[in-house]
T-cell receptor
Framework: NAGVTQTPKFQVLKTGQSMTLQCAQD?????MYWYRQDPGMGLRLIYY???????DKGEVPNGYNVSRLNKREFSLRLESAAPSQTSVYFC????????????FGPGTRLLVL | DAKTTQPPSMDCAEGRAANLPCNHS???????VYWYRQIHSQGPQYIIH???NNETNEMASLIITEDRKSSTLILPHATLRDTAVYYC?????????????FGTGTRLTIIP
């Protein structure tokens, strides 16, 4: 049982390039989340998916798109990366909307030059 | 979500109890208090949560004041591996609010 996994662990992009961050969970959770964490700051919610087939904007959605591919997988896409998107990205999941606890992945460190 | 206030940093001697305070004076009746920690830029790790009663699990104890305006996370016998940033979060996740709002937390350093 790996919990929440994220790929890649680290990525360097040039301004304007695109990429997709992958997240998968093997806990049969319904809800999944994408957060970003900038240096010295707390986490901010980008997008979330309360259940398969639904997605909603969080606090800082601009410049990102998401896809809930199936129950296990929730991807985050940067269509045209900007230096302001340099950050550490964390994926999280929880069993369902009524559960209190979110479980986090190890993070993807993204540097946009 | 209610706002929380935590000290930016604390030190604690190894083997002693670490007591981390959190103020949440605007907490509403539906909101739980959650504690997470983040060790050296890893993903945040859930520690404990509570509504109004004190709670204890294998990691920590959570003491919530009777008026629910503040709480204390207690790590009973701190070890070097407990050095981390600790986040106190107030949210009503179980009522459909999806967002955990992370502030800047308390950086706890365990001193050998």
């Amino acid at each position: 049982n790996a919990g929440v996994t994220q790929t890649p662990k680290f990525q360097v992009l040039k301004t304007g390039q695109s990429m997709t961050l992958q997240c998968a969970q093997d806990m049969n959770h319904n809800s999944m989340y994408w957060y970003r964490q900038d240096p010295g700051m707390g986490l901010r919610l980008i997008y979330y998916s309360a259940s398969e087939g639904t997605t909603d904007k969080g606090e800082v959605p601009n410049g990102y798109n998401v896809s809930r591919l199936n129950k296990r997988e929730f991807s985050l896409r940067l269509e045209s990366a900007a230096p302001s998107q340099t950050s550490v990205y964390f994926c999280a999941s929880k069993r369902d909307r009524a559960q209190e606890t979110q479980y986090f992945g190890p993070g993807t460190r993204l540097l946009v030059l | 979500d209610a706002k929380t206030t935590q000290p930016p940093s604390m030190d604690c001697a190894e083997g002693r109890a670490a007591n981390l305070p959190c103020n949440h004076s605007t907490i509403s009746g539906n909101e739980y208090v959650y504690w997470y920690r983040q060790i050296h830029s890893q993903g945040p790790q859930y520690i404990i949560h509570g509504l109004k009663n004190n709670e204890t699990n294998e990691m920590a104890s959570l003491i919530i004041t009777e008026d629910r305006k503040s709480s204390t996370l207690i790590l009973p016998h701190a070890t070097l591996r407990d050095t981390a940033v600790y986040y106190c979060i107030v949210s009503d996740l179980n009522f459909g609010n999806e967002k955990l709002t992370f502030g800047t937390g308390t950086r706890l350093t365990i001193i050998p």
